[in-house]
């Protein structure tokens, strides 16, 4: 739905009723209700002739800033005159040169209907914004308009023009809302005040001194002279204010007012600001004289009101207004009007009529006067149709749900009403009017209930963790529902209010079930108590005694622990003194869910005293897995032992030992390691950690395993070899922390079985970034792992070959050519066969175009390596690259014919422009790879132009035409209709038939690329234009742009066969992917299958995106 401004709106549904009444009588209608006529004239000052141009109007468009009300505005606009003197003359065409004339307005026609609209936006040019403005702006409730009109001999009453409607706008210049008032002339509605019903007879000296009391002129008076010499400071006459009403300036009167120093500044002849306007003096001489002023005008003010509800025979001392906002309709007093003069809720458009125009008397309260018959039928059709909606909408919002619990399928079991066969069988869902009382509801469910002998009681049930409770049963009859304050899906328990399946049932919040739970020490078969905690469910009413737990779980005598965890301030476990046992659950503050913890007072091995520290939370109170991986032959394969986040690494080690009963010489020569989900060994944990210190979780897996674990000034490192490394291949290696690359290096082959290979250095150092692949190389083959920041757990990689010197790079050479759907290699414009014997080929899906029917694979073949100087330029590297043996095959003429791009992933990344710029200046890094693309002829690309491949689509085959090279210049703005219109120019097609849309390969999809997806924001509200190197399409040097000419081709999609069949592989790899993973987990899943108490689930997960814009 498009949104119009009032003043747009009007002049379109003007325009719309005319094209409508063409060819009726009424096709002049708007012309004779609106249509008005105003003449501009120039008068000469020398000769006095007159020049007049007549203007037409259908509503007068009147100035509001620098005016004080619509009668100053008419004024400036049709009775001052503009005088042209000076250097301004007026060029007279009787005398025939330049003279003084004067220039003035007049209103010659009046139309019967006089619309006005006041200008309340404007536009500041200093602050280059629009603004509303909100100054004062009166106008009045009738007009005499004949000292704005041409001379003529019409009845004075002529002129005479009444007001009857008034648009509001409510908001800013970017946006508000509209309501209207509109005056009832015909008597139609119900005008009466909710307050008038309340307070009929109102005292007009009563309503004088409440309007006196709230005027902030008033308020401010008395605090001053409450004052000393009457002064105070500005901002302690604001505090007063405060405390003497309750409610500051800002909240109160600042919307009418405004600032309270510039209200001061107003009422100068009562206040008097010193001159920094920090304190505020009240003038004694004004005082009396501005307070007697204020009293006569507010008696005015009164005098005017009625005395009493207007009624229907004084239409013009008492009119009917209402205010209309949206489906709200409210009377408002004339004297609401005013309201309306200023702020940021102001009058936007008058509306007058002329006072002769009457409606005859018997139209007064009759709103079928002078309708045709066929329209008072389909009036009468559509009332009809309105009553029974809103008889279907009554019944649907005095209706709710209320769902029965039948008694007798109900038993009391573990200290909760719970169903007998299944909750579906037991509960009736009922629909109910809520209007009816509850004797209609239980009469009701007699009539349901055939079946049912004796009383019938019904009452308030809910479900709480323990089951089914009764809270309150339901008296009085003759109550309706709502009276009741039952709510709509509220559970109703139907019973004869005493027992259910013979068992006395208590009722009430007081003894309402909570599901509490136990923790307490196991038993085992032999009666000795276990170090393993156990966790039970129970029930206890919430008027019980704590005490009553002991009797439950047959313990004679103990000690209880609460959990006070969600207290405010204190989080652990709190021991109930002896006194206090006899205490409610409620009462020590229990509720669904919390949890006791009991210890037998007989019971030594108390969980929780360790090592003269008392656990202070329930989270503490754990277990570590371990798993014997010592290769050593044993009767348990895991063990669980308990732990807390302070216990050492060394004592869990010793337990786990003695646990899987091994040898005790393994206490010296033994490690514990973390294992990940995936089943991995991670780094060695030393012994004199504790388990919060090893960043250790309870209920994660450890493995025993032999060898010590390294010191403190040892490092343990994973290593492997190349660069392509799978998980759970590496190898292992610990070494002094301050041993050096070189060093490492040498450990790492003579382990690998490689140590003649370090003859010639044809081997360095990697270290694995986050990605699992091959980071930077460890240059310094002098400096230490610790100088390097190597941390144990670190993965080092073994990569043959040797490190180029400081400051050079050693590059690796692709060539990269457009290759069709044959798989042979083609030029743009020409195709050149050549052969790929010396090197290897990479192929994979790529965003840069192919010259075949469909996106096609970039293969990349193998040239060689380059080893160069950072400060070489990018030509200097094109030319070295020419001199590798496979480039005398491609006849490529000059390095200027070559194009040259990074590699990333295995195909074309980054374009690299400005051959005369050095390679350390595009920040490639040690580990870059190019690729070199043949031209057909030379190219200087700009910094801000972008290369793209674009691909017509062929009509009706799914296919695309070859690929051609367009460069666009993104510096005029970057947008989607800058794009568009390039691709049209390129294509000589009409850029309002093409459609382009861009192409990623790695999801097969394809793009459009819109001009009209353009957004406003809703702070600043202006337009953000479609900036195309930003999210959703990232566009950048190499992608492919699908083109669509709509003159012969008008298939929405864009998507080729290719694309389908990429999109059915990618489900089925990720299928694939999925089993694996599953599989994976089922096989590591055995770390944990013998545990005693089942995991802890997992938090959820949440997706992560992350995007990184271009920094070209």
């Given at each position: 739905m498009r949104q119009h401004d009032v003043q747009e709106l009007n002049r379109i549904l003007?325009?719309?009723?005319?094209?409508?009444?063409?060819?009726?009588?009424?096709?002049?209608?708007?012309?004779?209700?609106?249509?008005?006529?105003?003449?501009?004239?120039?008068?000469?000052?020398e000769c006095k002739n007159v020049s007049e141009r007549q203007e037409d109007f259908l509503d007068l468009t009147v100035a509001v800033k620098?005016?004080?009300?619509?009668?100053?505005?008419?004024?400036?606009?049709?009775?001052e005159e503009e005088v042209f003197d000076c250097d301004n003359l007026y060029h007279c065409g009787t005398c025939d040169r330049l003279v003084k004339a004067a220039k003035s307005a007049k209103l010659r026609k009046l139309p019967p209907f006089l619309t006005v609209s006041l200008l309340r936006f404007n536009f500041d040019f200093v602050k280059c914004e629009r603004y509303k403005e909100t100054s004062c702006y009166t106008f009045p409730l009738r007009i005499n308009l004949k000292p704005f009109c041409e001379q003529s001999e019409l009845d004075d009453l002529e002129y005479i023009y009444d007001l009857f409607s008034v648009i509001i706008h409510k908001g800013g210049c970017y946006g508000g809302h509209y309501h209207v008032y509109i005056k009832d002339v015909d008597h139609l509605g119900n005008w009466q005040f909710q307050e008038e019903k309340s307070k009929p007879d109102v005292n007009l000296k009563d309503l004088q001194s409440e309007e006196e009391i709230d005027h902030p002129l008033m308020i401010l008076k008395a605090i001053l002279l409450e004052e000393e010499n009457n002064l105070i400071p500005v901002d302690q006459l604001g505090q007063k204010l405060l405390k003497k009403i309750g409610i500051s300036w800002n909240k109160k009167y600042r919307k009418q007012h405004g600032p309270l120093r510039k209200f001061l500044q107003l009422h100068s002849q009562i206040f008097l600001l010193s001159s920094d306007e920090s304190t505020v003096r009240l003038l004694k001489n004004s005082s009396l004289q501005a307070e007697s002023d204020f009293q006569r005008n507010d008696q005015q003010i009164f005098k005017m009101l009625p005395p009493e509800s207007p009624g229907l025979n004084n239409s013009i001392s008492c009119p009917h207004w209402f205010d209309i906002n949206d489906s709200k309709v409210q009377p408002i007093r004339e004297k609401d009007i005013e309201q309306q003069f200023q702020g940021k809720?102001?009058?936007?458009?008058?509306?007058?009529?002329?006072?002769?125009?009457?409606?005859?008397?018997?139209?007064?309260?009759?709103?079928?006067?002078?309708?045709?018959?066929?329209?008072?039928?389909?009036?009468?059709?559509?009332?009809?149709?309105?009553?029974t909606k809103r008889a279907e909408c009554d019944s649907a919002n005095n209706t709710f749900e209320l769902h029965l619990h039948l008694g007798p399928q109900y038993h009391f079991f573990n200290g909760a009403l719970h169903p007998v066969v299944s909750q579906t069988e037991s509960v009736w869902d009922l629909t109910f009017d809520k209007r009816k009382t509850l004797g209609d509801l239980r009469q009701s469910i007699f009539?349901?209930?055939?079946?049912?002998?004796?009383?019938?009681?019904l009452s308030v049930a809910k479900l709480v963790p323990a089951g089914l409770h009764i809270y309150q049963s339901l008296g009085g009859d003759e109550l309706t529902l709502c009276e009741t304050e039952i709510a709509d899906g509220e559970d109703i328990f139907v019973w004869n209010g005493v027992e259910v399946g013979g068992v006395h049932i208590q009722t009430g919040i007081d003894c309402e079930p909570l599901l509490l739970n136990v923790l307490h020490l196991d038993t085992s078969s032999d009666g000795e108590k276990c170090c393993q905690v156990i966790e039970s469910p129970h029930v206890f009413p919430a008027n019980a005694e704590v005490g009553t737990v002991l009797t439950a779980l047959a313990i004679p005598a103990g000690v209880i622990f609460i959990n006070s965890a969600g207290c405010p301030g204190g989080e652990g476990w709190t021991a109930i003194p002896k006194e206090d046992m006899r205490k409610t659950f409620r009462e020590q503050g229990l509720r669904n869910g919390s949890s006791i913890l009991i210890q037998d007072s007989h019971d030594d091995n108390s969980l929780l005293t360790k090592e003269e520290k008392w656990v202070t939370s329930?989270?503490?109170?754990?277990?570590?897995?371990?798993?014997?991986?010592?290769?050593?032959?044993?009767?348990?394969?895991?063990?669980?032992?308990?732990?807390?986040?302070?216990?050492?690494?060394?004592?869990?080690?010793?337990?786990?030992?003695?646990?899987l009963k091994l040898m005790k010489e393994l206490a010296d020569n033994s490690c514990l390691r973390p294992i990940d989900r995936n089943g991995k060994l991670l780094c060695p944990v030393p012994d004199s950690y504790t388990l919060k210190e090893a960043e250790l979780k309870m209920g994660s897996s450890l493995g025993l395993c032999l060898g010590k674990a390294p010191s403190s000034s040892q490092l343990f490192l994973f290593f492997a070899m190349g660069s392509d490394v799978q998980p759970g291949t590496e190898?292992?290696?610990?070494?002094?922390?301050?041993?050096?690359?070189?060093?490492?290096?040498?450990?790492?082959?003579?382990?690998?079985?490689?140590?003649?290979?370090?003859?010639?250095?044809?081997?360095?150092?990697?270290?694995m970034d986050w990605c699992y692949e091959a980071g930077e190389p460890l240059c310094e083959e002098d400096a230490t792992l610790k100088e390097l920041l190597i941390c144990s757990g670190d993965t080092l990689l073994l990569i043959e070959g040797q490190l180029p010197p400081l400051g050079f790079l050693k590059v690796p050479i692709w060539w990269y050519q457009l290759q069709g759907p044959s798989g042979h290699w083609e030029s743009h414009q020409d195709q050149t066969n050549c052969t790929s014997s010396w090197g290897r080929v990479w192929r994979a899906t790529s965003s840069q175009g192919a010259s075949g029917n469909e996106p096609a694979q970039v293969s990349l073949l193998y040239l060689g390596d380059i080893e160069i100087s950072e400060d070489a330029t990018?030509?200097?590297?094109?030319?070295?690259?020419?001199?590798?043996?496979?480039?005398?095959?491609?006849?490529?003429?000059?390095?200027a014919h070559l194009r040259a791009w990074t590699v990333e992933r295995k195909r074309p990344g980054r374009l690299l422009r400005t051959d005369r710029q050095p390679l350390r200046e595009y920040k490639l890094g040690r580990r870059i790879e190019i690729c070199l693309e043949p031209l057909q002829k030379g190219e200087n690309l700009g910094p801000?132009?972008?290369?793209?491949?674009?691909?017509?689509?062929?009509?009706?085959?799914?296919?695309?035409?070859?690929?051609?090279?367009?460069?666009?210049?993104?510096?005029?703005?970057?947008?989607?209709?800058?794009?568009?219109?390039?691709?049209?120019?390129?294509?000589?097609l009409p850029v309002e038939k093409i459609e382009i849309a861009k192409y990623f390969p790695e999801k097969f999809e394809w793009l459009p690329i819109s001009s009209w997806n353009q957004q406003i924001t809703k702070r600043k509200k202006k337009k953000k234009q479609d900036y195309l190197q930003g999210a959703p399409y990232y566009l950048k040097d190499g992608d492919t742009i699908g083109v669509k000419n709509l003159l012969i081709d008008d298939d929405d999609d864009f998507s080729t066969i290719r694309d389908d069949t990429g999109k059915e592989k990618q489900k089925q790899r990720a299928l694939g992917r999925r089993k694996s993973q599953e599989a994976l987990h089922e096989q590591s899943s055995y770390i944990l299958s013998s545990a005693e108490t089942p995991a802890r689930p997992r938090a959820p997960e949440t997706s992560l995106s992350i995007h990184v814009g271009s920094f070209r």
């Open positions: 003007f325009s719309a009723l005319e094209t409508s009444l063409v060819g009726t009588s009424g096709h002049d209608l708007i012309y004779r209700l609106y249509h008005g006529t105003i003449v501009n004239q120039i008068v000469c000052k620098n005016v004080s009300g619509l009668e100053d505005a008419l004024w400036n606009m049709y009775v809720e102001s009058a936007y458009m008058l509306f007058y009529r002329k006072s002769q125009l009457q409606r005859p008397p018997e139209a007064r309260a009759n709103p079928r006067y002078g309708v045709p018959c066929h329209l008072l039928n389909e009036m009468d059709a559509a009332n009809i149709e309105l009553q009539q349901l209930l055939e079946f049912w002998e004796g009383d019938m009681v329930m989270n503490e109170i754990d277990w570590l897995h371990v798993k014997n991986l010592c290769q050593l032959e044993s009767e348990e394969k895991q063990v669980k032992i308990s732990a807390t986040v302070n216990t050492m690494v060394f004592d869990i080690r010793i337990k786990a030992i003695k646990e190898m292992e290696i610990v070494v002094e922390e301050t041993i050096s690359v070189r060093d490492c290096l040498k450990l790492m082959l003579k382990k690998s079985g490689l140590q003649d290979s370090f003859i010639g250095d044809a081997w360095h150092l990697r270290k990018l030509a200097e590297l094109k030319s070295q690259a020419m001199t590798l043996p496979p480039f005398l095959e491609f006849g490529v003429p000059s390095p801000q132009d972008v290369l793209l491949r674009t691909q017509v689509r062929i009509p009706g085959e799914r296919t695309y035409a070859p690929a051609l090279d367009l460069v666009w210049n993104a510096a005029q703005g970057g947008t989607a209709g800058s794009l568009r219109q390039r691709v049209a120019d390129f294509y000589r």
